[in-house]
């Protein structure tokens, strides 16, 4: 069946639609549990915001501030829209600092309320003040939040949906909060003024007066100061009183006034290990002069305390390794103060105590890291403990605790293998810790695997012997892995690419070569022209000759070279076989060649000085054999004989 | 021409353009290591310097330096769980991301307790555009080294785990959208929720993340990402990399295709398959030279 073009089109059609359907099918494969965060839809919720604005007050309410804190800190994640960022900010800092000054009236009020009932009128008078200031900025605090919340309700649209939803029960969670901290801002208000009124009732006691002295300025930690002073009331000096001491508004130590008004004692300065300390007097009214007297409290002195300080510095090693010792490099450093002979040092690793040492100035303590130590950086703190007049110091540095990773150096290496054969590898293993012994070197190569131990100094050797395969030649890898034996060490792995020939096989892909290439094209040529002539029947097929100047010359040189000759068991083939002959004396003979233009009379007659007289007879030959090749005589035995004779004649007189 | 010889070309034809087609096109799968889409790996190996593993013929030799990823989409056989957990026991580390996969088959036979929700987390407040991205930034002192927050992606949370071993876990407003309703409901769980553990198991290190999507080449670059991973790996710190198990992924016809013509020429480019087409070429040309006989090169 013969198919036309338009059936070719057809398929070139259905193919093109194909492909297309194919290629478009394609992305739909695509999987769905993740979505293009770049093309991603943004979506606000209002319900969660407002969910996040009541959580905050109530944790206004409920006076934790760490929760406001945390909740500031992560604000600017928040996916909120663009209006009501700023809001959003100014709502968040607002109740933080409400929180805060919140946590201040509470103290403001119960301060108060002890101050009072120690007949502190004066301090209790200036707290107040302090009080309402802080209640009029919680106020305002608090106004911010309503305007914050109003805002964000606008932007949701809240007055515009039901009752029942979602946006609108948790926007009213938020107002709720916001009417319980106005009811409790307006509660402060209202102790804080009766409060108040109650103190002016009791400020027409008479007041007490003390003072203090201190023997000296400044004191190291450890010495001994000398304190001092005198009570009175309304010029009136009370003996045999109670006198506490405070020391930064704790008390240290108490006295007694003589029958003077005077107090006097001594005490041990602290292990404090701070710049300054003050100092007070208190007296505090007991007993009989509770309705009396008011309470007393002395100007603060100030004892500036001197101690020895100095600074630690650290070092470790750059790496360290799970299993091993490492050092940390330490440096006390006492700038102008006496240098300490020994300090006792706590070392903790990733908080957790590790070692206690006694060391000098300058040392260098030794660790052990235990063997399952995770990889990665680790802290080591050093503490160097208080120890009188030295005031405890703390430093801390990073360990970055790795695996080492060995290194695999290659001494020898051969650039090619033969196969078959072997060849012999050998190399060292050395890590940032020295040269890694006792490592299982593994080395494979074309399939093959052997296996080495590395020597004490990290060397290892082995012989690879090279199986057959079904390979010419090319490059192949040789994998090299070395696992070491200790835990701190790392397994390595190295290859490199070997020049690989098979020599068998080049071989016989030769010797393949060239039968296919030289021995099996001339054996089927032979066969084929042979097939082809037993099936073809014996037909002559007579065309005019074309005598043209430039065909005739053709047909004499491919005559003379034997292109295209015919088979010499034909009568035209063993005619011409003696006339090549002949035209083959005739070069020998001359040292002419025949042109490419050139006809065979033409050769003949140009070469007619080399042959003499022996060319009449070349001619009459060359007459036979145009007579062939030119008209449609068909060669006869008489021919054949003829030429034969000729030529024989031909080469007896050239003397060949 | 005869409809045979038609047919054989259309054939042949079709079949090269499938090639050609199946070559050229881009990887459009998730998770694929040539895919250089928002959802393929191909970036984010790059920048991580992570390489693949492929599991299927059995787990290769694995440096214990070196953490290996797996992201359970297709089910692990008793046989790969064996060898994932002879790999931890001899003091590999495993990282395990998944949300909705099978990665609870992975902790069911280490002997975890812990287990992969498996329903959405959404956080419709601290998100990235909008709640299906939930932001993190709650970590643990191991990972948070200059990390602020890291956004996932179509995310699930870790359950039943020890507070000790989570580090990280997602905001108060997050939930887990058990019942698909797209908002939190009563009985639903409320944030914070652990979405990333870090476990010790004999001598070896199991990393657990709800969300394999922050390993995506559009996702690694968002915010702190990328640090959260090689904080997570210490990749920083250790000398090993990060290996990512392809062969459990999902993969689509053409993705199949493409790995099989890789692996056709990689054998095509082999000592004997390469002797074998040589011949084979050989031989053609000779027959076509014979069949020829002596007309080459002469004029007709």
């Known amino acids: ?656 | 021409m005869k409809i045979h010889h038609a047919l054989i070309i259309t054939i042949l034809i079709t079949f090269i353009i499938s090639l050609i087609c199946v070559s050229l096109f881009p990887s459009v799968q998730a998770f694929m290591q040539y895919n250089t889409l928002w959802n393929g790996l191909h970036h984010s190996l790059n920048v991580l310097n992570a390489n693949t593993v492929d599991t299927s013929n059995g787990l290769p030799q694995i440096d214990s330096n070196n953490v290996l990823v797996c992201i359970p989409y297709l089910q692990y056989s008793d046989n790969e769980l064996a060898q994932l957990k002879d790999f931890v026991n001899s003091g590999g580390t495993l990282m395990v991301m998944d949300d909705f996969g099978y990665g609870n088959d992975i902790l069911t036979y280490l002997g975890i307790d812990c287990r992969f929700s498996g329903t959405p987390l959404l956080d419709p407040l601290y998100c990235y555009k909008n709640q299906s991205f939930p932001e993190i930034m709650d970590f643990s002192h191991s990972v948070s080294r200059n990390v602020k927050e890291v956004v996932l992606n179509h995310a699930t949370a870790l359950l039943n785990i020890d507070n000790s071993l989570v580090i990280a876990r997602s905001s108060a407003s997050s939930y887990l959208d058990r019942n698909g309703s797209g908002s939190w409901d009563e009985g639903e769980l409320k944030g914070p929720l652990p979405v990333a553990a870090k476990m010790r198991l004999g001598t070896g290190i199991i990393i657990l993340v709800s969300d394999p999507s922050i390993l995506l080449n559009s996702m690694l670059v968002k915010d702190d990402n990328l640090l959260f991973i090689k904080n997570l790996t210490g990749s920083d710190i250790n000398s090993g990399e990060i290996l990512v198990d392809t062969s459990h992924l999902i993969r689509d016809p053409m993705e199949i295709t493409k790995t099989k013509l890789l692996a056709i020429k990689g054998i095509l480019s082999q000592p004997c398959a390469l002797l074998g087409i040589v011949s084979l070429l050989f031989i053609f040309v000779s027959i076509y030279i014979l069949k020829m006989g002596g007309s080459i090169g002469r004029e007709s």
């Open chain 1, 1 to 656: 069946m013969i198919l036309g073009r338009d059936f070719f089109k057809k398929i070139v059609i259905i193919v093109s639609i194909t492909s297309c359907f194919t290629l478009a099918g394609l992305p739909v494969f695509a999987a769905s549990s993740q979505e293009n965060p770049d093309t991603a839809a943004v979506v606000f919720s209002g319900v969660s915001l407002f969910q996040l604005y009541a959580g905050t007050l109530d944790s206004v309410l409920a006076k934790n501030q760490q929760n406001i804190e945390t909740d500031i800190q992560v604000s600017p994640f928040a996916n909120v829209p663009p209006a009501v960022e700023d809001s959003f900010n100014n709502f968040l800092s607002s109740a933080g600092n409400l929180c805060s000054l919140i946590l201040g009236l509470d103290s403001s009020v119960s301060d108060t309320k002890l101050l009072l009932q120690e007949s502190r009128y004066t301090e209790t008078a200036s707290l107040y003040t302090e009080a309402f200031t802080n209640l009029a900025i919680a106020e305002e605090n608090l106004d911010s939040i309503k305007q914050a919340a109003a805002i964000a309700g606008n932007q949701f649209m809240v007055t515009g949906v039901s009752a029942d939803s979602g946006i609108s029960v948790a926007y009213t969670a938020v107002q709720d909060d916001i009417q319980r901290l106005n009811d409790l801002l307006s509660l402060y208000r209202t102790i804080l003024q009766e409060q108040q009124t109650e103190i002016s009732n009791q400020s027409l006691l008479p007041s007490s007066d003390i003072t203090i002295s201190i023997d000296q300025s400044e004191a190291y930690v450890g010495d001994t100061v000398s304190v001092g002073g005198i009570l009175s009331a309304n010029g009136q000096l009370l003996g045999n009183r109670r006198i506490e001491i405070l020391l930064d508004g704790s008390l240290y130590l108490t006295v007694n006034t003589d029958s003077l008004g005077h107090y006097l004692g001594s005490f041990q300065v602290p292990y404090w290990y701070v710049s300054l300390i003050n100092i007070q007097s208190l007296y505090f009214p007991q007993a009989g002069d509770v309705s009396n007297y008011d309470l007393a409290l002395s100007p603060s002195v100030s004892l500036k305390i001197l101690f020895y300080t100095a600074v630690l510095t650290l070092q470790t090693m750059t790496n360290a390794y799970s299993g091993r010792d490492t050092s940390v490099i330490g440096q006390f450093n006492y700038g102008s103060a006496p240098v300490a002979d020994e300090r006792n040092i706590e070392i903790s690793l990733d908080n957790a105590p590790f070692v206690e040492s006694e060391v000098p100035a300058a040392f260098t303590q030794k660790i052990s890291l235990p063997a399952d130590t995770a990889i990665g950086n680790h802290l080591i703190t050093v503490s160097g403990l208080a120890d009188g007049r030295y005031s405890p110091v703390v430093a801390n540095v990073n360990l970055a605790v790795v695996k080492a990773v060995p290194v695999l150096l290659t001494t020898k290496l051969p650039f090619a293998a033969l196969i078959p054969g072997s060849f012999n590898v050998r190399g060292k293993l050395i890590s940032s810790i020295g040269p890694v012994s006792q490592a299982l070197v593994t080395i494979t190569f074309g399939g093959k695997q052997v296996n080495a131990v590395s020597n004490n100094d990290g060397t290892f050797s082995a012989v690879i012997r090279n199986s057959m395969g079904f390979g010419l030649f090319g490059s192949q890898s040789l994998q090299i892995t070395a696992t070491p034996m200790e835990p701190w060490q790392t397994f390595v792995t190295a290859s490199h690419n070997v020049l690989t020939v098979y020599v068998v096989n080049c071989s016989v892909f030769f010797l393949i070569l060239v039968f296919l290439g030289i021995i099996l094209p001339r054996r089927l040529k032979f066969r084929i022209v042979a097939m082809a002539k037993k099936k073809l029947p014996q037909t002559v097929v007579v065309t005019a000759p074309d005598l043209s100047a430039s065909a005739v010359s053709s047909i004499a040189a491919d005559l003379v070279a034997g292109i295209g000759r015919r088979d010499e068991s034909t009568p035209v083939g063993r005619l011409f076989y003696w006339y090549r002959i002949v035209i083959r004396l005739v070069q020998k003979v001359s040292g002419l060649l025949l042109k490419p233009n050139q006809t065979l009379r033409e050769y003949i007659s140009d070469s007619g000085q080399a042959t003499g007289s022996t060319g009449k007879i070349i001619l009459e030959f060359t007459q036979i054999v145009e007579k062939v090749l030119y008209s449609p005589h068909q060669v006869t035995e008489d021919d054949i004989k003829n030429g034969q004779r000729l030529a024989r004649k031909a080469r007896e007189n050239l003397g060949k």
